[in-house]
């Protein structure tokens, strides 16, 4: 008997180790394939046009299964009202067919569990009694609108100001006669910050001829600033007027609750317009139809290299265009500029042609789909020539919509502007060609969504590259991809805390080279989450009658390894045979 009890226990370990071999392997793939799917919902009808639909997420399981680590999943990404979930490859991935590397162009870097909380603190308030209006005209593009809109909130919140919907600019390069209305969903805006921020559509009738304070608040001020020298502004005026928005609000060193506002202001209140959210997903659903696509904001626009003085590849003939116009805008203080040492600075938006050359360096097939996220590229087809001969599926909204479909925006660069941040923030790859407003935007709030893949060429190091290349010392194919590929890894959009000041700047110099806070709202809106635990075991227990009860042994298989315990009779004697 005991010989056969030995025999049971050893055929018993060997059925154990095979069931811990079953559930490791059934928790793995618990863990990596396991996908939520959020609801989808059809295009916007005219009935209902106010959300763009939320997209399934069924080729992210192409990711999870080929990857041997867990890839990010939007667990961590709820559900947004205006933007999808997760835009993923909808190419087959052939790992079979020795394509690993084209998986890498795709796939988005590990979020390390990072995801939004912006929640106010248990000590968050109600708004506070108004002690007066806050005024704003906004000032810049659409990017620097946004952000200075979202930044007055706060400020609104800070000095118990009713906040009036912000004024759009129009009287910038663009000369865009869009109100706030026409580009963003105005009852969304109020009604999303109710628990925040008192928001009102306009002055009341009786205040409309009131005296006002017509101010230019200090750049980058905290709350000292605030609740000191301009909230003592309303003991003299009812209505304080913000002359502008753009950065007037420190990046860093203000309260949790602030900050979070900002993001919740910026990334939930501040919704575009049922007409632009419509089109925008439209464009997106037609880019997709292409498969992966890559969102590229080519910044080779007039304004840009006017206001930057980058002439390099240019003719004569352009670059004395481009300085005239500098000159003619009063607002762009700078007007003598070395387009050579700004290039060599890395201060130059990326010329179409350079943009070719560092994509194929990254390795992306000639048949990318790459939609193009700008206004007119300064020199037209002839300027955009060499890259698209590398890529000729390069799209565009004019591209992917009709004439009829675009009418209502086409005049209006902040609609228009609104388009192509829709796309971009929805592509599966976006590269920006310079960092401004836009890229910015659109890399901080990408990082917002589950840090998806934000390439951010090193533009310094590109430009000589570039100039070897044209020189002869240096031809493109694999040494060149080696190192531009190196240069890159770390420059994903991956999670990282928000850069401070450069070492050794001081005053104004000090806090224009932080980095700015909605390009990368870590650690403030992002906070790292537990992974979910999975625990599952299996519990066998052997048994018998023996002189005190039952006696025997209990043993389980888990993840964590193998255990036993003993069953102890409740009375005493020996074990029967």
């Given amino acids: 008997m005991q010989r056969r009890r030995r025999r049971a226990v050893v055929l018993l370990r060997k059925l154990l180790t095979?069931?811990?071999?079953v559930i490791a392997l059934m928790a793995l793939l618990s863990v990596h394939i396991h996908v939520p799917v959020f609801p989808s919902s059809k295009v916007p009808d005219l009935a209902d046009p106010y959300k763009l639909p939320t997209v399934t997420q069924q080729h992210e399981i192409k990711y999870q299964i080929l990857s041997t680590e867990q890839s990010w999943t939007q667990e961590l990404a709820p559900p947004h009202p205006h933007l999808?979930?997760?835009?993923?490859p909808s190419r087959k991935l052939d790992v079979a067919s020795g394509h690993s590397d084209f998986i890498k162009l795709w796939k988005?870097?590990?979020?390390?569990?990072?995801?939004?909380?912006?929640?106010?603190?248990?000590n968050y308030t109600s708004p506070p009694e108004s002690r007066g209006f806050l005024l704003v005209h906004t000032n810049g593009g659409l990017n620097q609108m946004r952000a200075g809109i979202c930044d007055m909130v706060a400020v609104a919140r800070i000095i118990n100001a009713t906040l009036v919907v912000p004024e759009l600019d129009k009287r910038s390069f663009w000369q865009d006669s869009s109100n706030f209305s026409d580009v963003f969903d105005e009852d969304h805006f109020i009604n999303s910050l109710a628990n925040d921020v008192k928001v009102i559509k306009m002055l009341p009738k009786e205040l409309k001829t009131a005296a006002r304070a017509v101010k230019h608040f200090r750049s980058w001020s905290g709350m000292d600033y605030y609740q000191g020298e301009i909230a003592s502004m309303w003991d003299d005026y009812q209505i304080i007027r913000a002359a502008k928005s753009d950065s007037r609000l420190a990046n860093n060193n203000l309260p949790p609750d602030i900050q979070q506002l900002r993001c919740r202001a910026c990334y939930e209140a501040l919704r575009f317009a049922p007409q632009i959210e419509a089109m925008g997903k439209l464009l997106v659903d037609r880019m997709r139809s292409y498969g992966s696509y890559i969102a590229l904001h080519l910044r080779y626009e007039k304004d840009m290299l006017a206001f930057s003085g980058c002439t390099h590849d240019l003719s004569p003939a352009e670059a004395d265009e481009l300085r005239t116009i500098r000159e003619n805008t009063a607002y762009w203080k700078v007007k003598d500029i070395d387009s050579m040492e700004q290039r060599s600075k890395g201060y130059c938006p990326l010329t179409p042609k350079e943009v070719g050359i560092f994509l194929t360096a990254l390795g992306y097939p000639s048949n990318t789909p790459i939609y193009i996220a700008a206004g007119e590229i300064y020199g037209g087809d002839a300027r955009m020539a060499d890259l698209q001969s590398r890529y000729p599926m390069i799209m565009s909204k004019e591209k992917l919509a009709s004439v009829e479909e675009l009418e209502?925006?086409?005049?209006?660069?902040?609609?228009?502007?609104?388009?192509?941040?829709?796309?971009s923030v929805e592509s599966d790859v976006f590269i920006p060609s310079y960092s401004g407003n836009m890229a910015r935007a659109v890399e901080g709030h990408r990082r917002f969504l589950g840090h998806r893949k934000t390439v951010s060429p090193d533009r310094k190091v590109l430009v000589r590259l570039f100039d070897k290349i044209e020189l002869g010392t240096l031809k493109e194919g694999r040494s060149l991809s080696n190192k531009i590929i190196e240069v890159h890894k770390r420059r994903q959009g991956s999670p990282r805390k928000r850069k401070g000041p450069i070492s050794g700047t001081k005053g104004t110099d000090r806090f224009r080279s932080e980095e700015a806070f909605y390009v990368n709202p870590l650690p403030d809106c992002l906070c790292q989450k537990e992974p979910p635990n999975v625990n599952v075991s299996l519990t066998i227990r052997i048994s018998w009658l023996g002189g005190g009860g039952e006696v025997g042994e209990t043993w389980t298989a888990s993840l964590s390894g193998l255990s036993r315990r003993p069953l102890l009779g409740s009375g005493s004697g020996n074990r029967s045979n």
Avoid: K, T
């Fill in 108 to 122: 988005p870097p590990p979020n390390r569990n990072f995801g939004p909380c912006v929640e106010p603190s248990s």
């Fill in 18 to 21: 095979c069931a811990i071999c």
């Fill in 84 to 88: 999808s979930q997760a835009p993923l």
């Fill in 408 to 423: 209502p925006f086409v005049n209006h660069a902040s609609q228009m502007a609104a388009l192509d941040y829709i796309v």
